[in-house]
Structures are given as C-alpha cells and as structure tokens.
C-alpha cells in the first residue's frame, strides 16, 4: 500500500526553524516527484514546493521563496521541508503528496498532515 | 495568483445529482488539461478524484465525472449518498503561478 507520513509539525516562535520530515512507502519514490501543500486549519489548499526525482530541481511558491527549502533523501524514502524565518501566516497543515507520472499533473496520494503553528 | 474560483457551498439530496464549478482563467483552466479535483472529509486528507480534466483513478465511484469547457472545470456528482458530503477542491496548472493553483474549495451538504 503506498503511503506517506508526515512529522515534525509544533509549535515556534516567530522568526524560528523547523523541518518537516515525510516518510514514503509502498512505491519506488526515487521515481516521483514530490511536493508539499499547505493548509490554513478551515480554509484552502495551498501548494507550497516541489522537489524532481532526484533532487535537482525545485520549485517554490512566492509566499515561501527564500525562507523554506525542500529536498530529498532517496535511500531513506524521506521527503524534508526546511522552513526558516517563519511568520504567523505559515501557521496551517502541511501535507506531502505524491505527484503524478510522466507529463501528468495532480496528488496522489497524501499523507496525514503536520500542524505548524508559528506564534509568540 | 489569485485561487481558482469555486461556490461556497452546494446542497442537494440523497439520490440527486449536484455540479461544482471552478473557474479559473486562459492562463490555467483554459489552456491546459492539467485539471484535477480533490475531496476532503473532516481532519482527514484530501483524496484524488479526477485528473486530466475528466479522468478517474482505480477505486474511485463512477458516480463521480468531471469536465471542461472554456476556462471553467465542472464536477458532478450523481447519485448523492451521506458519505459525499465533504470538502471539494479543483486545481490546474497556471502559467501564471510557480506551479498549480487550487480552487477556494466548496462545501458539500447531503441533506
């Protein structure tokens, strides 16, 4: 069964650190690009970052360029999220998902998801 | 990179069908087939619907189709039960954006 699990979700202060960890399993995640989306707690998805196959590219959504880093650890099947100088409107869940084969483009599947919550 | 727009919420009744737009623009919906819909019950994860504007995973009910004309994606789903009361979100890639854009999400009451 291909699954993802998220962790390293808490509690910071403003300005503070905090990395993010997705275990995957069930499928070959060497082969997949992976992304992060985020969630306000009852409001929308926001995608956050997305990392290729092997760690070389990524790309990031303007709200968090420069403060948050995504890479990849194939021989651990681990996903990572580095956020950095974080504010109260990163405060939401962070889901890791799977993205799609070939040229296709959509999330497949998700994990549970990890609170952040940034607040003095 | 304003969201996708979608209606708040949606009602309908058990056995009736009910359709969720999503409407987007020439930069996303409208030039690309890169839309996909999500569902999402209460403190749980979304879940992948359709993909490819109208195509459905393994799994999924045939209950469940989806479509695009112009800048607006529709979902629709027939035959309501209980269990499809939940949260919908639409999402397209956008040229304008660093990657995807995702509706505001819409609000499904099975009455």
């Known amino acids: 069964e291909v699954q993802l699990a998220e962790s390293g979700g808490g509690l910071v202060q403003p300005g503070g650190s905090l990395r993010l960890s997705c275990a995957a399993s069930?499928?070959?995640?060497?082969?997949?690009?992976m992304h992060w989306v985020r969630q306000i707690p009852g409001k929308g998805l926001v995608w956050v970052s997305r990392?290729?196959?092997?760690?070389?590219?990524?790309t990031y959504a303007d709200s968090v360029r420069g403060r948050f880093t995504i890479s990849r650890d194939n021989a651990k099947n681990t996903l990572y999220l580095q956020m950095n100088s974080l504010r109260a409107e990163d405060t939401a869940v962070y889901y890791c998902a799977r993205g799609a084969w070939g040229s296709a483009v959509f999330f497949d599947p998700w994990g549970q998801g990890t609170l952040v919550n940034v607040s003095s | 990179q304003s969201a996708l727009t979608q209606p708040a919420s949606v009602s309908g009744s058990p056995g009736q069908s009910i359709t969720i737009s999503c409407s987007g623009s020439g930069s996303d919906i409208g030039t690309y087939k890169h839309v996909s819909w999500y569902q999402q019950h209460p403190d749980k994860a979304p879940k992948l619907l359709i993909y490819?504007?109208?195509k459905r995973p393994s799994g999924v009910s045939n209950r469940f189709s989806a479509s695009k004309s112009d800048n607006t994606a529709s979902l629709t789903i027939s035959g309501l039960q209980a269990e499809d009361e939940a949260d919908y979100y639409c999402c397209s890639y956008a040229s304008s954006a660093a990657f995807v854009l995702f509706g505001g999400g819409t609000k499904l009451t099975v009455l």
């Open positions: 990392i290729d196959t092997d760690g070389s590219t990524t």
């Open positions: 490819e504007i109208d």
């Open positions: 069930g499928f070959i995640f060497s082969d997949y690009w």
